[in-house]
């Protein structure tokens, strides 16, 4: 018969787990001092090639975009604030909050068209005519950023993803997965038919009429009854050009 083991035993074995314990602390301990004293070397690193490269930064688009990739991998947001180190050496802050501005502006305008949902590519096409004047050139992904810091306000900014495109909402509406379903089919002709929808989607004609009213009713489609087959079609200010509205025969 095996012996148990006694008290000594037992005081041995647990000290030996304690002292276990600690190590593994210990190590958890260094290797995080050493991850903050990497993260602190990167974010020097990174104040000091700002400081080098800020007007590549402020004026060329595909440079400002790898550089806010850097400041992300080492936790840092040139962003988060207006005032500051980055605010004072680059002024991005101050550029994102008139894009911001000018994004909003640009939503207004154009929401009786397209009842607030506007295709990402058109509204930078509109926001760089805008800022036609200005020396910083404008990118989808400085426009995105502005969008994101919009979002943050509560403000109902978001891009959502409809097929291959993507756009902005400015307006507090809900669209389910069949209203996205429509918008991906009308991105091949900037339209679709309630017989397109039945077809394409395997709906009945009911589903599909509910969709498109709900869509109608949220302003978001554009009417048009004037064509020989009599068939109505749902334009998209969305995803297609206004100027092709009316354009098919």
Known sequence: MRRRP??????????ARNQYRVLGENVAKLRTDLMK???ATFRSQLEEFARKHKNDIRKNPSFRSQFHEMCAKVGVDPL????GFWAEL???GDFYYELGVQIVEICLATRPLNGGLIDLQELCKLLRQKRKHDREAVSEDDCLRAISKLKTLG????????????LVRSVPTELNKDHNAILELAQAQGYVTVDEVEKQLSWT???AIDALDTLLDEGLVMVDDGHRDGKRRYWFPCVSSISSFGADG
Request: without cysteine; charged residues 15%.
């Open 205 to 207: 004609h009911g589903h």
């Open 6 to 15: 006694g008290i000594g035993g037992l005081q041995t074995a647990a000290a």
């Open 80 to 83: 988060a604030s207006n005032k």
């Open 37 to 39: 004293e990497q993260l």
């Open 155 to 166: 403000s109902g900014f978001e891009v959502i993803s409809a097929g291959k495109k993507k």
């Open 90 to 92: 680059l002024g991005i």
